[in-house]
């Protein structure tokens, strides 16, 4: 089986080793690869049958995919892949030829396997990149390839707004992928702990592709922005052992991140402060890991505030800091500089696709 695994651009190698440590876990035979067709955020993993044995000794066969949603941190999707291709020129077809293409390819495909004739279904589809055609048009001509293939063998059944099996369509660039989307509509980066909506929140997957780059070894955590308490929440999920702290300078916030907490089950593992990070030194004497999605002065207050906060930030973080920093922003210049002028060291940088931006994020020591 091959599994399209979507994610957030920027962390394919942090999810690719995720998934790997999962399918390790379950002994099945797998290959898994970054970036298949080179789209990004995306990673394909190729794996074996997994079986396990119920409780009359019965061999059953183990779902993957169920496995993969109910386990990953960093994955938002898993797709059953059905078939992949590259459409040389796409882009540039007109609308009727593009569609023409997309059928004709869909129509070969034996979907009857993949699903059962009697159970309703809907096709969602992404698209990215310059085409003469949009997601919608994809729908409806992949919906209607599938329904006339389906038709040989019953009487198939469309449900737009509850279908039993999902097709999910994604043509980026000239790739073009089909797959049965096990995940559903709700991005599995969408947490259901979360019942405070922050207006800046990260991407739980962000969260922890964030943690994964602290590397934390059980010492204290601090999130010195914490906000709605994402990142917190998610180290705290992970049964981490040690201190976690979530620092927030507005009280509205800070409470939105306990009742998050609370929802996660997690709030006992957290100590939460209302405080200002530019005076960290005040509220914690030291702390081995910060781990912080900075404010952009984009949703919330001024970026012309932002070179002096990250200033005095960093000044107080240099006080107490003991082993690492992961931190990510818009704003290259001013952390750059707040991050050099206070005596650190930048020792791995990325670009992080979120909310439609690339993101700057810095690991520091
Ligand atoms: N990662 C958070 C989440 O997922 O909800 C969002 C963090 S948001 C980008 C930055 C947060 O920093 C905001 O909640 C803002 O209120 C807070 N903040 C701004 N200035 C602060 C300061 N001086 N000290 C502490 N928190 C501050």
Known sequence: MRLLLTTSQGIEDLAKAEVE???????????????????EGRVLAEVGEAFYTDEKGRKRELSVGTYLNERSRLLHRVIVEMASDRFEGIGEDEPEKALGRIEDFVASLPVERFVKVSES???RS?????????????????????FDRLSRFGTPRVNLDHPAVIFRTELVGEVFFLGIDTTGDSSLHKRPWRVYDHPAHLKASIANALIELAEPDGGSFIDPF?????????????????RVICLEKYRKHLRGAEMNALSAGVYDKIEFILGDATKLSEYVDRVDFAV???????????????PKLYMDFFGELAKVLEK??????????????????NGFEIKHHRLIGHGGLMVHTYVIE
């Open 126 to 146: 992404f698209r990215k990149g310059e085409h003469k055609i949009t997601s919608l048009d994809i729908s409806r001509t992949v919906g209607k390839a599938i």
């Open 226 to 242: 914490c906000g709605s308490g994402t990142i917190p929440i998610e180290l705290a999920l992970r049964g981490y052992s040690g």
């Open 292 to 306: 912080s999605n900075l404010p952009y002065g984009l949703k919330i207050g001024r970026k012309s505030m932002i």
């Open 324 to 341: 690492r920093g992961v931190f990510i922003t818009t704003e290259k210049k001013a952390i750059e500089k707040a991050i050099e002028e």
């Open 21 to 39: 440590n999962l399918l390790s876990e379950l002994g099945v035979p797998f290959r898994v690869e970054e970036k298949p067709l080179g789209v």
């Open 121 to 123: 279904f809907a096709v």
